[in-house]
């Protein structure tokens, strides 16, 4: 029996993220709202190109194909479009054969607000004002940057990695550093609460939830020892030991058990994102996005003390 929505892993992602939607918006600035809505009729059978978020989504909805019984994965789209001016997203939908059934269309308002409603541990948006709003609420999302998106039909491994301060976990200890600017402090303070879990940050519940299907996985596994694992979940942080720690402490608290973890100590995140390969990497600094591999998708978090205007 499949999953009701309440429990299952639910992604929310704008047609902004999902498709390139450049012409059109092109079209929508130059020309305005008539133009745009005769545009999107005149080339209703034409599908947008890929948006930086598509190998992701696709790669995500293929979970349910994997725990077929229990089909545990949704992803909802969210759209500023009206219904009508929507139907070119959604034909773009039925021809990339995704599994998108969902959709709310505001009709140029933010759709964030109706996040809860479907139970959404993610808001993928290229709109950042949306994005903001939207954390600024508690509510979970982030920003997809402008970049390349690359898609092996063949490779249906889902690759993610998240920074963790700020974005898995909440931003403590980036208070305790910017506040103070001493490194030092920093680590005498993730050395004096190792052994405290840190308070869930925007994504835990994704990252939380990614971790409860690599428990179906790894029964899978158990079961079929021909089967292949396709869900693969990094940290990439800059913490080094001793902070390390608290990190481990705070997964064993929350019952993660984690493969891979990179606890780089300052060094360039794009180091690692190069070999690894995700489909998103999630920080919630803009400038370490920046300064990462231009290759790799990146998905800002505005969330905390490092998004606070100094």
């Known amino acids: 029996m499949s999953y009701p929505i309440d429990k299952k892993l639910v992604i929310a992602v704008s047609s902004s993220a999902l498709f390139d939607l450049a012409d059109s918006h092109r079209v929508f600035l130059e020309r305005g709202i008539e133009e745009y809505r005769r545009h999107q009729e005149e080339h209703l059978d034409t599908p947008f190109g890929h948006g930086v978020a598509f190998p992701f989504i696709r790669r995500f909805l293929y979970l349910n194909e994997v725990f ?35 959709a709310v269309f505001m009709g140029g308002a933010s759709p964030h607000s109706y996040l809860a409603a479907f139970n959404a541990a993610l808001f993928l948006s290229a709109n950042e004002e949306d994005v903001q709003n939207a954390i600024e609420e508690g509510l979970p999302a982030g920003v997809v940057l402008p970049g390349n998106t690359t898609d092996k039909p063949d490779d249906a491994e889902l690759r993610v990695a998240f920074d963790f301060d700020g974005v898995i976990a909440d931003d403590e200890a980036e208070t305790v550093y910017k506040e ?29 939830g990614l971790a409860r299907l690599q ?50 100590g300052g060094m360039e995140k794009a180091r690692v994102l190069k070999v690894l390969k995700p489909h998103l990497f999630f920080d919630d600094q803009r400038r370490h996005l920046s300064a990462s591999a231009a290759d790799t998708p990146m998905v800002h978090v505005p969330f905390g003390i ?5």
């Open 68 to 102: 077929s019984e229990e089909q545990p994965v949704e992803v909802v789209l969210l759209s500023r479009n009206s219904p009508e001016t929507g139907l070119r997203i959604f034909r773009s939908i039925e021809h990339y054969g995704l599994d998108i059934s969902r």
């Open 180 to 208: 103070s600017g001493d490194l030092d402090r920093f680590m005498e303070h993730e050395q004096q609460k190792q052994h405290i879990p840190h308070r869930p940050g925007p994504l835990a519940d994704l990252f939380r």
């Open 215 to 264: 428990q179906l996985e790894n029964k899978k596994a158990e079961e079929n020892a021909h089967y292949k694992k396709v869900i693969r979940v990094a940290i990439v942080t800059a913490r080094n030991a001793p902070a390390h720690e608290r990190v481990i402490t705070t997964l064993k608290d929350w019952g993660v058990s984690l493969d891979e973890a990179f606890f780089l």
């Open 306 to 310: 490092a998004n606070k205007p100094i």
